[in-house]
């Protein structure tokens, strides 16, 4: 069965993150949403860095929906979106409770999990400029940090994103079904992913 993946986005985020997110996530044949979570309902936006982001839908058309990741990217402007979201807040604590895989990277869990205390005792990461926001004993300084407990992956920035997307991948196919997305990429080869062909 199709996995299928909800990638929100809103005014100011991190367009490198996203793009990699849906991209890799699109590469490893999943069914791919990217959903507007503006406050104006606008799809059509300007990301972190002025590039032009498009979403396929509205956030609150696919409220009801139900996905096997959703998937954060973060960006300081799109995260701040997503924490006053009521709607984006009490669709991942749904699917929380589903028992679903959760994604954040950057300023993400920091800004909305952390602040709406969604995974309060989940071990995570996020951009080293947030390091504060995360409890001491929940921090870990690693470009990618899964929680199995949690269901949680988390990740520091645009420069991780994509271990980030094949991480994502891992959880949901598997580590072989990463590699075949990996290997065309030609991706770095000290990353841990690379010896999952061999």
């Known amino acids: 069965m199709t996995k299928k993946v909800l990638v929100p986005i809103a005014p100011g985020t991190e367009e490198m993150e996203a793009i990699t997110i849906i991209d890799t996530m699109v590469r490893a044949g999943f069914e791919v949403t990217v959903a ?8 059509t936006m300007k990301a972190s860095r002025g590039v032009t982001l498009t979403a396929d839908c509205k956030l ?6 139900e996905f096997d990741v959703i998937a954060l990217p973060g960006g300081v402007g799109g995260s701040e979106v997503f924490r006053d979201s009521t709607l984006l807040v009490e669709i991942v ?6 028992g679903k895989l959760m994604a954040a990277i950057c300023a993400a869990p ?10 309060p005792d989940a071990l995570m990461t996020c951009h080293p400029s947030f390091k504060s ?4 004993n929940c921090w870990r300084d690693k470009r ?3 929680d199995i ?4 992956i988390t990740s520091q920035g645009p420069g991780t994103a994509l271990e980030f997307a094949i991480e994502i991948i891992i959880a949901l196919c598997g580590k072989e079904k990463a590699w075949e997305v990996a290997e065309p990429m030609v991706t770095n080869p000290t990353l841990h992913y690379h010896e999952m062909g061999k």
């Open 36 to 43: 507007s979570a503006d406050f104006d309902g606008a799809l």
């Open 60 to 65: 609150v058309d696919v409220a009801d929906d």
């Open 133 to 136: 926001h995360i409890p001491k």
């Open 149 to 152: 407990n949690h269901n949680l």
């Open 93 to 98: 604590r749904q699917h929380k409770y589903d």
């Open 110 to 119: 920091a800004l909305v999990l952390q602040h709406h205390q969604l995974y």
């Open 144 to 146: 990618v940090t899964m």
